[in-house]
C-alpha cells in the first residue's frame, strides 16, 4: 500500500509531437522550482527534448499536482504525483493522530488506550482515503484536462498496475 497516491497515464497526440512540445514550451514558465506565481502561462516547470516535468500555473492548488511526462512519436506516458512540499505536509497530518495517542495515553488512564487506538486508526484511514484521495483526484484531474487542450491530446488512459 502507498502512503501517497500517483497515477500514471499512457495518451495520444493528434497532431506531430514537435508542435505539440512546441506549444507546451510556449505556454509553460520555465522555472526549476516547482511553485506557483503569478503568470499568463499554463504550466510552470522545465521541458527537456520530449521529456517535461511542469504544474499547473493555478495559483495555490496548481502547485499540489506535479505531472511529469515524456513523448515519443505521437504516444506519451505521464506520471502524476503529489509535490514534495506537499508530501511532507501531509505526512506530517498523517502523523498526528500517533501522537495524540501518545498524548492521551502519557495523560489519562490505560483503560480507554484501546478505544484511543481505534480512533486514531480510523482517523489516520480517514485522512489518507478520503481528504488525500479526494484532493489529489480532483486536482489531478484539472491538470491533467489542462495539459490535454495543450498537447491536444487524443486519448488519455490510466495504466494498470
Do not use: W
Request: glycine fraction near 4%; charged fraction near 20%; aromatic fraction near 8%.
Amino acid at each position: 500500500m502507498k502512503i501517497l497516491p500517483t497515477s500514471n497515464y499512457n495518451f495520444k497526440i493528434l497532431g506531430e509531437p514537435t508542435e505539440s512540445l512546441e506549444r507546451l514550451k510556449r505556454r509553460t514558465q520555465i522555472s526549476e522550482n516547482l511553485i506557483s506565481k503569478m503568470t499568463d502561462k499554463s504550466f510552470i516547470g522545465t521541458i527537456n527534448n520530449n521529456k517535461f516535468r511542469i504544474i499547473s500555473s493555478e495559483i495555490g492548488k496548481g502547485s499540489f499536482c506535479v505531472l511529469n511526462g515524456e513523448i515519443t512519436n505521437k504516444h506519451g506516458i505521464v506520471n502524476v504525483e503529489i509535490n514534495k512540499p506537499f508530501q511532507i505536509l501531509l505526512c506530517i497530518l498523517l502523523c498526528l493522530p500517533a501522537v495524540g495517542l501518545i498524548a492521551q495515553f502519557l495523560t489519562q488512564e490505560a483503560n480507554l488506550f484501546l478505544l484511543f487506538t481505534a480512533v486514531a486508526i480510523m482517523q489516520v484511514l480517514m485522512i489518507r482515503f478520503i481528504f488525500i484521495e479526494l484532493a489529489f483526484r480532483r486536482l489531478s484531474k484539472t491538470s491533467l484536462n489542462r495539459l490535454s487542450d495543450v498537447l491536444d491530446i487524443e486519448s488519455l488512459q490510466k495504466k494498470n498496475k
